[in-house]
């Protein structure tokens, strides 16, 4: 049997299960948060695709030539789904990825590559169980986000937020706690930058993305709130989970993990009140999926 603590905390791994770090766009790809390929997400080398003529190839820098290489090698990682997959994601990085990426002379393309891999075994080991080794992971990629992604991109929050849902997963909500506070708190400074930038698509698209991230990692600070017994702090927490996911036009899967959280929480409240409000989002939420 299921407790209410353990419902309320069963969708924290959900968060992983969708990123493994990558937040922005929400993509299933065991790559990008982005979900575009490496290549495409920095500026790095252009993608080389067998249709390239030879003339073409003969203009890439080295650097170029084998950040191609390596990301041709990682492209069938795209076509994987953690869910059914992971022992051909894990197989791949290890024997395939890691290895090229580790033998690359080249800083950027190394740490991209590194990152990446790293990154997918982390997911794995998280949707595996393993919580202690998918933290242990997901810290060693702060080693490669200063070069690659970048201390400026999504990627780095996500990153804490990782290391703090494998510590709820656990059983360690304190410690839990302190990660996602800061990715929070990262979160709202990148958010702030991209409301304040010159390009509309930063200040549209991807200040909307920003906050459709952070409010999946208010969702995961919310369970483990409650976890730690700051129940009023995590109904807190959740709500703001949940308007700033409607402010950010969040996907509707997201939207209703935090309303399946929210609704969890008001069950160990045992606060009706609460559940019927839960209960009604619920139901709106189903009416607007297509």
Not at 78 to 106: N, W
Not at 160 to 181: C, H, N, P, S, V
Not at 194 to 203: H, P
Not at 233 to 262: C, F, H, K, P, V
Request: aromatic share 6%; net charge negative.
């Amino acid at each position: 049997m299921i407790s209410n603590f353990e419902r309320l905390a069963i969708p924290a791994v959900l968060v992983l299960a969708l990123t493994a770090g990558g937040l922005v766009g929400q993509s299933t790809a065991p790559g990008s948060g982005s979900g575009q390929a490496p290549s495409d997400k920095k500026s790095g080398a252009p993608q080389i695709k067998a249709t390239d003529s030879i003339v073409v190839g003969a203009h890439l820098t080295p650097e170029e030539q084998e950040d191609g290489k390596i990301n041709d090698a990682y492209q069938p990682l795209y076509h994987l789904s953690r869910q059914t997959d992971c022992d051909q994601i894990v197989r791949l990085d290890q024997e395939t990825i890691i290895p090229m990426a580790e033998a690359s002379k080249f800083s950027v393309t190394r740490n991209k590559f590194l990152f990446l891999a790293n990154r997918d075994i982390a997911g794995c080991e998280l949707r595996a169980g393993k919580y202690q080794e998918a933290e242990q992971r997901y810290e060693k990629l702060f080693e490669y986000i200063p070069i690659w992604p970048g201390m400026d991109d999504s990627d780095y929050p996500q990153n804490y937020q990782a290391i703090g849902t494998a510590r709820l997963m656990q059983g360690r909500a304190k410690d839990a706690e302190e990660l996602l506070e800061k990715a929070i708190q990262i979160f709202d400074e990148q958010i702030q930058k991209a409301l304040q930038s010159d390009s509309e698509f930063m200040r549209k698209e991807h200040s909307n993305n920003l906050k459709m991230s952070e409010a999946q990692t208010r969702r995961v600070l919310g369970a483990a709130y409650f976890r730690d017994g700051r129940q009023s702090d995590g109904m807190d927490m959740l709500e703001r989970a949940y308007q700033e996911a409607l402010q950010s036009n969040a996907d509707s899967q997201t939207i209703m993990r935090i309303i399946e959280t929210g609704h969890a929480a008001a069950e160990i409240l045992g606060d009706s009140a609460v559940k019927e409000k839960w209960d009604q989002r619920s139901e709106a939420q189903k009416k607007r999926q297509p």
